[in-house]
């Protein structure tokens, strides 16, 4: 494998956090969210010592209690003797770009405890966007150490399935009382769950939401070959939360490596990885001289329509590609 | 190449729940700014603010305080920061501060104070030292 040179602030930093500074690993995660340069060359580091964690999803509409789920589940594991790294994500507002990432309010039991750590990002524009970073992250905390690593969705957004495919085991978490709690959940994450969660369980409904879940598994909409359970919960009393670990447990013992998710999601990632890096370097190339802002004008004078300026752009990579398959 | 620059910011409270609002007004002007805050509400001690401003790599810390009650809780804070090695932070204070309290606050480090009134002051100081 080709290694690119690592600077020295890299190389201190990888050093820093495989001894478990956990300073380190935050000023990675950083860096490598920032995508600063030298990032790659830095995952190639990191990456040899990747695989070894769990990765856990966790899902549902705004509201159902994920922060507070994710806290208890994090109690239970940490007393099983787990290391435990959290991501939570927050959506970024698309006009300033600023967030407010408030996930940690309702985890702060677990906040200061030994071998928690927990790391809220914000979604951020489409560049360098939330699925390959979070993808990144997650494998820093990988290689540091974590046993099982969560990642609590947004609830909303396209975001919300790609993060999702990343995970060992996706926790689907529904709650009586949002209309048609099925509904709420987006297509393609319903077809992936491996646990389904109902929680505010003490609430008018629960029932009939757990029957809409069964109903909905009987008409074999799930991809997994196991039916999946349904655990009824109250996560912020803290019941039900047992049970709900230990089927965490059995799936992930259960978990065969190799399954057909890994090689799908090797291909994921490397279209993924890809699919940035060549926009990132379009982008570069055509916002040199103002030639971006050029072409913006002349559309929006009608000068030239969006579809012939973007075969403009990429005639030159085409010829390239091309040259040697023709 | 696809590199985006963020300005991370704690922004937390010291206190009761009465001034909550306060403090997410504070979380949400920066946010505006095109900050990505990190929100804890009112904290309820150090225990939980260094690990989250470790945890977070955060540039900014902006800590409201109500009553001068709190001071303990604040040098007890950067203390611990500085045992923990966290340096390159910028500490803020802000909320409701007597003016003869201000220079004790600088004395604790506290790198710049604002009051409630003067978030326009507290971005710009903000982006220049970040």
Redesign the interface.
């Known amino acids: 494998m080709k290694q690119q040179h690592l600077d020295k602030a890299w190389e201190k930093l990888i050093s820093d956090m495989k001894k478990g500074s956990n300073l380190a690993l935050s000023r990675l995660i950083t860096r490598i969210e920032c995508r600063e340069p030298g990032w790659m060359a830095a995952m190639q580091k990191i990456y040899p010592d990747t695989g070894r964690a769990s990765i856990i999803g966790i899902t549902g509409s705004p509201g159902a209690g994920k922060s507070t789920l994710t806290n208890q589940i994090t109690k239970h594991l940490v007393d099983k003797g787990k290391k435990v790294g959290i991501i939570a994500v927050d959506p970024s507002s698309p006009f300033s770009g600023g967030a407010i990432l408030g996930d940690r309010i309702r985890m702060s039991d677990i906040s200061g405890l030994d071998g928690v750590f927990i790391r809220s990002m914000a979604t951020r524009g489409a560049l360098g966007g939330l699925n390959q970073s979070a993808r990144d992250v997650v494998k820093v905390m990988d290689a540091f150490g974590k046993d099982i690593i969560i990642i609590e969705t947004v609830g909303v957004g396209q975001d919300e399935v790609e993060v999702v495919k990343i995970s060992d085991l996706v926790l689907v978490v529904c709650v009586p009382g949002q209309g048609d709690a099925i509904q709420a959940i987006k297509a393609g994450v319903m077809e992936i769950a491996g646990i389904y969660v109902v929680n505010k369980s003490d609430r008018d409904g629960a029932e009939q939401v757990v029957m809409d879940i069964k109903a909905m598994l009987d008409l074999g909409i799930n991809r997994g070959n196991q039916q999946p359970p349904i655990i009824q919960t109250m996560a912020d009393k803290g019941e039900g939360i047992e049970a709900l670990v230990n089927a965490v447990m059995t799936h992930l013992n259960r978990l065969d490596k190799e399954d057909k998710w890994r090689e799908a999601r090797v291909k994921e990632e490397l279209m993924g990885l890809l699919e940035k890096e060549i926009l990132g370097l379009i982008q570069k190339q055509w916002n040199k001289y103002g030639r971006f802002e050029e072409d913006v004008k002349k559309v929006l004078n009608m000068e030239e329509d969006p579809y012939a300026i973007v075969q403009k752009v990429l005639a030159p990579l085409k010829a390239f590609i091309l040259k040697d398959h023709e | 190449?696809?590199?985006?620059?963020?300005i991370?910011a704690l922004v937390a409270g010291l206190g009761t729940h009465d001034h909550e609002k306060a403090v997410q007004l504070t979380?949400?002007v920066?946010?505006?700014?095109?900050?990505?805050?990190?929100?804890?509400?009112m904290a309820?001690g150090v225990?939980?603010l260094?690990?989250?401003v470790?945890?977070?790599?955060v540039n900014v810390i902006s800590l409201s305080l109500f009553s001068m009650s709190h001071l303990k809780t604040l040098e007890k804070m950067m203390a611990s920061l500085k045992n923990?090695?966290?340096d390159n932070v910028l500490f803020i204070a802000t909320g409701v501060i007597p003016d003869k309290d201000i220079p004790v606050l600088y004395q604790l480090g506290v790198d710049m104070v604002f009051k409630l009134d003067m978030v326009k002051e507290m971005i710009k100081y903000i982006e220049e030292k970040v």
């Open positions: 190449m696809n590199k985006i620059k963020k991370r979380a949400a920066l946010r505006d700014a095109g900050m990505e805050v990190i929100y804890t509400g309820k225990n939980r260094v690990p989250t470790i945890q977070e790599d923990e090695k966290v």
